[in-house]
């Protein structure tokens, strides 16, 4: 079974600047969540999907982040414009559905901001 | 806000030796979720707790559900070096609200 996908892997961008995530996760899992990990931290959930429906949006700082998830199966994650405390690695995970179920992570990607 | 507090933030100990971290949240949990996070990767299921009061084991691993549901632990029997890495605590509240804990990382002297 293939694991959860996620690209880039690694992103250098100077802070103003746009970026993009992408995440594919396992065949079959119906919920989605994107997560940012700061170094030293614990995963911070930004958002939840169910579906194409989101589920739980309330830590995702909607001023300059914003994330879709159009036919409920991949999902794109986007910061515009970056911020230097942006800087992090961003997770994507996933799981059969939404109640209480073991959450399989990506191998994430790792923003730097200059 | 719901909070979910996690110590220590660091254990240094002998191999052989035992290791605990703790749990605790602000607010009642549906359930409590255990993930490791071995140093550069992405963090792996361990176990769920459901149940007030519940106790599970994995081989040297013992985890703990609180009777009020708001505080969980991990106890590790005899590390092994394998064992390094960071432990996290995830307390979900309701079928959302997912509060990860800091973290204990893990090191362990040969």
């Known amino acids: 079974e293939a694991g959860v996908a996620q690209s880039p892997r690694y992103k250098i961008i100077e802070k103003r600047q746009s970026v993009a995530f992408w995440c594919n996760p396992i065949s079959g899992h119906a919920t989605l969540y994107w997560y940012q990990q700061i170094l030293g931290q614990g995963p911070k959930l930004l958002i939840q999907f169910q579906n194409n429906g989101v589920v739980d949006d309330s830590q995702l700082p909607k001023d300059r982040f914003s994330a879709e998830r159009l036919k409920g199966v991949d999902s794109t994650l986007k910061i515009q414009p970056a911020k230097l405390e942006d800087s992090a690695v961003y997770l994507c995970a996933s799981s059969t559905g939404q109640g209480a179920n073991e959450q399989y992570f990506g191998p994430g990607t790792r923003l730097t901001v200059t | 806000g719901q909070q979910v507090m996690q110590i220590p933030q660091y254990q240094h100990v002998q191999e052989g030796e035992d290791f605990t971290t703790y749990c605790n949240s602000s607010t009642t949990l549906s359930n409590i979720q255990w993930y490791k996070q071995r140093p550069g990767g992405h963090p792996v299921f361990l176990i769920q707790?459901?149940?007030?009061?519940e106790v599970k084991k994995q081989k040297r691993l013992t985890f703990q559900f609180g009777e009020a549901k708001k505080n969980s632990s991990l106890h590790i029997t005899a590390t092994q070096t394998t064992d390094v890495g960071t432990y996290f605590c995830?307390?979900?509240?309701?079928?959302?609200?997912?509060?990860f804990g800091s973290g204990t990382r893990l090191s362990i002297r040969p």
């Open positions: 707790l459901v149940k007030s009061g």
């Open positions: 995830a307390g979900r509240r309701g079928a959302s609200k997912i509060i």
